[in-house]
């Protein structure tokens, strides 16, 4: 199954640069590593925002649900999720 995945992060104004670094660092560990498994094929950063559109390709939504409130950023995020189906157009397969 695949979704369309908005995430807007939104980090506190405050939040210490030692946490924050920390933070982005796992947040980058985690996303390349479900990239290589192949769940997470496409990241793109939207352009003059701090977020991202990306395609998720899983089993399940509670798949999904799982990956995405294990991100560690998961709480400073803002996600907006859009299942996607087969356009009937489409001449791929
Ligand atoms: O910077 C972002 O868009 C948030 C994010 C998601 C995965 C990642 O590595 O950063």
Redesign the pocket.
Known sequence: MLFHVR?D?RLPHDLDPDAKAEI?AR??A???ELQRSGKWPQ?W?IVGE???ISIFDVESNDELHTLLSG?P?FQYMDIEVTPLAKHPSDIKD
């Open positions: 995430m992060v982005i947040e980058k985690y996303a390349q990241i950063r701090y977020a991202n991100l950023l």
